[in-house]
């Protein structure tokens, strides 16, 4: 079961890893603000399927699983705030809604990734707070 969680994961994180880089080619403003506006949802999903797994494998470790709980939300907020920040240059525009979602889901694509390597380290490493399957 553990296993086919981590390949579904990775056919998640392949599937919305390239649909970000389709976004990114867009040259239309209107069409990139449309394909962030898919793009991000399905980012957001990983992450919460990523997260969900971490947490599940947190469950024997209560200060642990404290500490990722508090780390995600404090997560989320400087995701919101470093966007905010990223697209205040374009607001009040018609790039802005764009700008912030491609932000937003680039954040997120990295905190996935960042998450997922917690999933996948290597037994004994001492820099790693998941236990292995």
């Known amino acids: 079961m553990r296993i086919l969680t981590a390949l579904l994961l990775g056919v998640a994180l392949s ?9 990114k080619k867009l040259e239309k403003q209107q069409e990139k603000n449309e394909c962030y506006s ?3 949802p399905l980012s957001e999903k990983a992450l919460s399927d990523t997260y969900k797994v971490v947490l599940g494998r947190l469950q024997d470790r209560p200060d642990t699983l404290t500490a990722l709980e508090l780390a995600q939300e404090a997560w989320k907020v400087y ?9 205040s240059g374009s607001a009040g525009g018609s790039a802005y ?3 912030l979602a491609e932000c937003k889901d680039d954040l997120t694509d990295a905190r996935v990734k960042k998450l997922n390597t ?11 707070p998941v236990p292995g399957p």
């Open 15 to 23: 599937a919305t890893g390239a649909f970000a880089e389709e976004c």
């Open 38 to 40: 898919k793009q991000l």
């Open 79 to 87: 995701r919101d705030a470093e966007c905010l920040f990223s697209a």
């Open 97 to 99: 809604v764009g700008v």
């Open 118 to 128: 917690y999933l996948h380290c290597k037994e004994g490493d001492p820099a790693c």
